[in-house]
C-alpha cells in the first residue's frame, strides 16, 4: 500500500482556516487547496496510505466512490510532479471501501499554483531548518 507524506526536504505548509498553503522551496512556487484538498492534505501530513485518505472522503463527503478515487488519483499525480509529496510503500494492506457516503458537500480537489514570488525566492530563498545540530556550539 502506498504511503503518502509530504516531501520535507523541499515543502512547507500549513493549513489555516481550511486552507492548506504549501511553499515549494526549491522552485518559489506556493500552492493552496480547499475544502476536499486542504482535508487530503492534512492525511498527507499524516502520513496516510491511499486507502485510508480515501477512506476518509467517502466518510466525511457526499461522493461515491470511483468519482473520488479519479480525484484523489489526479490530485496525487500533480502533487508528485511538483515534489510536493513523496510515496512510499507501508506494510499495510488495502482495506475494503465502504460505499456509503459522508454528509459535507464535495467539491473536486484544485491545486491552485501560483509562481509570482519565484523570483523573488531565488534571490533568498527561505531557509526551511535553521536548527543547530548537537555539533554546534
Known amino acids: 500500500m502506498q504511503t503518502l507524506k509530504p516531501n520535507l526536504a523541499a515543502v ?3 493549513v489555516i482556516d481550511g486552507e492548506a498553503i504549501i511553499m515549494n522551496l526549491t522552485n518559489g ?8 484538498g486542504a482535508h487530503i492534505w492534512q492525511s498527507i501530513e499524516q502520513e496516510s496510505n491511499y486507502a485510508a485518505i480515501l477512506e476518509g472522503i467517502l466518510t ?16 496525487i499525480s500533480t502533487l508528485l510532479e511538483d515534489d510536493l509529496i513523496i510515496a512510499g510503500n507501508d506494510a499495510i494492506e488495502s482495506a475494503s471501501i465502504a ?3 459522508g454528509v459535507e ?13 519565484a523570483d523573488l525566492l531565488a534571490l533568498d530563498p ?5 536548527t543547530k545540530s548537537p555539533t554546534d556550539a
Open 12 to 14: 512547507a505548509a500549513k
Open 29 to 36: 512556487a506556493y500552492y493552496s487547496m480547499t475544502g476536499v
Open 60 to 75: 466525511r463527503y457526499n461522493i461515491e466512490a470511483p468519482q473520488a478515487r479519479v480525484d484523489l488519483d489526479a490530485l
Open 99 to 101: 460505499a456509503t457516503t
Open 105 to 117: 458537500v464535495y467539491e473536486a480537489p484544485v491545486l491552485n499554483k501560483y509562481t509570482e514570488m
Open 126 to 130: 527561505p531557509m526551511p531548518s535553521l
